[in-house]
């Protein structure tokens, strides 16, 4: 179960993080680029990409340990 | 009420049918034959019931009901003949964008607000995303309806911060459908959950998301299933169907043990690299997990509420 919550937790942490930091940004993220395109879809399209391979490194790490540990 | 009670009476004729039929499967944890496998038939049944009632009163029952039952039904059909990959994964794509036309759809994002962008087309997406995310983490008895209810009310409880009541009373028709599929469902299962339960309970929370601006808190109360989600399509290579992913855990006198050979990560492959777990261990470890983000979600409400930021 712990490293479950330890993935779990830190995924939660990071989303939030990222929530705020877009909050600090806003003004920019408001930015219109073109046909009703504002700057804050491109930032949310990358960020669920960085989001994506945060938690693929993140579990990587957590199974890497657990199976180096059974060696 | 009337949700619970109507699942409840169709599981007592579905549950058996399914077994006259022979539409079984095997309970590979319990190496029993015979288990129905379709059972989220319950769920949906009960909340067809309770959206059909309160429809009268509340529009977006009519919406909710339309993709959810369209969903749920594609499961059913799955679950009794099969279909190919690519219709799992763009029929809900389709339904999330003549949604995304039908109805007025935002994206509000905690404590942030809106970029007043194009971030509502991008809402109606969690619809396909969260219905192949319930499909992909549903590995023990009881585990998705009973995250259902976790989540579903951690929805409830940020929807009642809003003032959203409407928004209030379809979650609590969902958290009875899934009741009334847990009944059935909990550990040791009398059956099976199906496509039908994963994508009908997927499609309706995640519709019921877009419909109420509650995208982003779906998300956060449903983190487990991102992960997981997330860390098989990295691992995996793309998108593909649960049958084609070799599984990263093997079972052993009814215990689940990691395999450290396969490059497949999964969150149950997380849960059992601190030691090898039987199935009501995983179910435990997955549900409090499931309990712990909802929980944390429907307190980050009540937080944004306290400072007066966007919720």
């Known amino acids: 179960m712990k490293r479950v919550l330890l993935l779990l937790f830190s995924s939660y942490a990071?989303?939030?993080?990222?929530?705020?930091?877009?909050?600090?940004?806003?003004?920019?993220?408001r930015k219109k680029i073109a046909a009703g395109f504002a700057v804050g879809d491109v930032a949310i399209v990358v960020a669920v990409f960085l989001y994506g391979l945060f938690i693929y490194i993140a579990g990587l790490l957590l199974i890497r340990a657990s199976c180096k540990d059974r060696r | 009420m009337a949700a619970f009670g109507a699942g409840v009476l169709f599981g007592m004729w579905w549950v058996p049918y399914q077994k006259?039929?022979?539409?079984?499967?095997?309970?590979?944890?319990?190496?029993?034959?015979?288990?129905?496998?379709?059972?989220?038939?319950i769920a949906l049944v009960a909340a067809a019931v309770g959206y059909g009632i309160i429809s009268a009163s509340v529009w977006a029952a009519v919406p909710l009901l339309v993709v959810a039952l369209a969903v749920?039904?594609?499961?059913?059909?799955?679950?009794?003949?099969?279909?190919?990959?690519?219709?799992?994964?763009?029929?809900?794509?389709?339904?999330?964008?003549?949604?995304a036309r039908a109805v007025d759809v935002r994206l509000t994002i905690p404590a942030v607000g809106l970029f007043y962008g194009a971030t509502g087309w991008l809402a109606v997406l969690a619809i396909p995303v969260m219905t192949n995310a319930f499909n992909m983490l549903d590995p023990v008895n009881g585990f998705l309806p009973a995250a259902n209810v976790a989540v579903a009310a951690s929805l409830a409880a940020v929807a009642a911060v809003r003032g959203q009541v409407d928004a209030v009373y379809l979650l609590m028709i969902h958290m009875a459908a899934s009741l009334a599929l847990y009944l059935y469902n909990k550990y040791p299962a009398k059956t099976f959950n199906g496509n039908v339960g994963s994508y009908f309970l997927g499609a309706g929370l995640s519709?019921?998301?877009?419909?109420?601006?509650?995208?982003?808190?779906?998300?956060?109360?449903?983190?487990?299933?991102?992960v997981n989600g997330a860390l098989i399509i990295f691992t995996s290579g793309g998108i593909k169907a649960r049958e084609k992913i070799a599984r990263p855990t093997y079972l052993r006198d009814g215990v689940v043990y990691q395999d450290c050979s396969s490059p497949i990560i999964s969150l149950v492959r997380v849960a059992v690299s601190d030691r090898p777990m039987g199935e009501y261990d995983v179910f435990k470890t997955l549900t409090v997990a499931v309990?712990?983000?909802?929980a944390l979600t429907a307190a980050l409400a009540f937080f944004l509420r306290l400072l007066n930021m966007p919720i």
């Open chain 2, 291 to 294: 309990a712990a983000s909802s």
């Open chain 2, 207 to 226: 519709t019921l998301a877009v419909l109420y601006d509650l995208v982003p808190y779906l998300i956060l109360a449903g983190l487990p299933f991102v």
């Open chain 2, 72 to 99: 749920g039904l594609l499961g059913l059909v799955d679950d009794l003949r099969g279909v190919h990959e690519y219709a799992r994964v763009l029929f809900p794509v389709l339904l999330a964008f003549v949604l």
């Open chain 1, 14 to 29: 990071v989303l939030t993080a990222l929530f705020v930091i877009a909050s600090a940004l806003l003004p920019i993220l």
């Open chain 2, 20 to 41: 006259r039929r022979g539409i079984t499967s095997r309970d590979i944890y319990k190496g029993v034959d015979g288990v129905p496998r379709a059972g989220g038939l």
